[in-house]
C-alpha cells in the first residue's frame, strides 16, 4: 500500500494557529549562527527548527550515525515525544508537532485546538503508532494542506520530489535532543539549560552545514516567547 503524501510546509505560523496554538510564542528567523546574530533572537527559545537538503553526503553521515548509536546505546528521557514519520512531505508539519508536544507547560492552546487533543491522545504511544494516528487525524491533514498552499511560495506538486527536510531540536530534563521522525530514535546531543539552548542547538546545526559545505539551503528558526 502506497503511503501518504501531503503537499509540502513552509515554515507557516499560521498553521500552528489554525490548530489552536495561542501565539504567546512565535517562530522567528535566525538570521546566522554566530553569537552575534544569536544575540538578536528573543529569548527564552524553547525549540529550534533546521531545515536542511537530504544529500548524499548527509545520508551517508545518518546511516553512520544510526549504526554506531545502535552499538553504543544511548540514554533518551522517556519524557520525550517522538514520532516517525510516514507521511510523505510531512516533516514540516512533523517537526511543528515535535516542538510543541516538548513544550506544552510552558505553551497555551485555545479551547477545542486540535493540536491539543492530538497530542493528549498520543501521548502514551510509541513512534510507530504516534505516526499511523497523525495519518488518521483529518483535522491536523486539512490544516496542512491549507498551509502549504497558503506559504510565501508556489506550493510544489504533491508528487514533486522535496529533498528538503525540516527536524526539531528540544531541551527535555536538561538534554539537547534533535528529533527526525525518518530516524529510528531521538538524538542525545548532549546537556543543556533553558539560558544556553539556542547556542546548544546551533553548534550542533552548524555540524549539519559543514557536511554539505557547497549547500546553501539552510534555514534555522526558533521558537521564542513574545
Not at 551517508?60 to 549504526?67: F, G, V
Not at 510507530?128 to 498552499?149: G, N, Y
Not at 528538503?164 to 521522525?181: C, P, R, S
Amino acid at each position: 500500500m502506497e503511503s501518504q503524501r501531503w503537499l509540502p510546509l513552509e515554515a507557516n505560523p499560521d498553521f500552528l494557529k489554525q490548530l489552536g496554538l495561542l501565539p504567546t510564542w512565535q517562530f522567528g528567523d535566525v538570521y546566522g549562527l554566530d553569537p552575534d546574530l544569536l544575540s538578536m533572537v528573543p529569548r527564552p527559545v524553547c525549540s529550534v527548527l533546521l531545515l536542511f537538503p537530504v544529500t548524499e553526503k548527509y545520508e551517508s553521515y545518518r546511516l553512520e550515525e544510526e549504526a554506531k548509536i545502535k552499538s553504543q546505546s544511548q540514554e533518551v528521557s522517556s519524557e520525550v515525544y517522538f514520532m516517525k514519520q510516514t507521511i510523505s512531505n510531512a516533516c514540516g508539519t512533523i517537526g511543528l508537532i515535535h516542538a510543541v508536544a516538548n513544550n506544552q507547560d510552558r505553551l497555551e492552546f485555545g479551547p477545542g485546538s486540535a493540536l491539543k487533543k492530538f497530542l493528549s491522545e498520543s501521548r502514551s504511544l510509541s513512534p510507530e503508532k504516534k505516526a499511523k494516528f497523525l495519518e488518521e487525524d483529518e483535522s491536523i491533514r486539512v490544516t496542512h494542506e491549507s498551509s502549504a498552499q497558503e506559504g510565501q511560495t508556489e506550493a510544489p506538486s504533491i508528487d514533486e520530489k522535496v529533498d528538503l527536510h525540516f527536524i526539531a531540536f528540544v531541551n527535555v530534563g536538561g538534554k539537547l535532543y534533535e528529533l527526525d521522525g525518518r530516524k529510528p530514535f531521538p538524538i542525545a546531543h548532549g546537556t543543556t539549560t533553558e539560558d544556553t539552548f539556542l547556542e546548544n542547538a546551533a553548534e550542533v546545526c552548524k555540524k549539519f552545514i559543514a557536511r554539505d559545505p557547497d549547500e546553501l539551503r539552510f534555514t534555522v528558526v526558533a521558537l521564542s516567547k513574545v
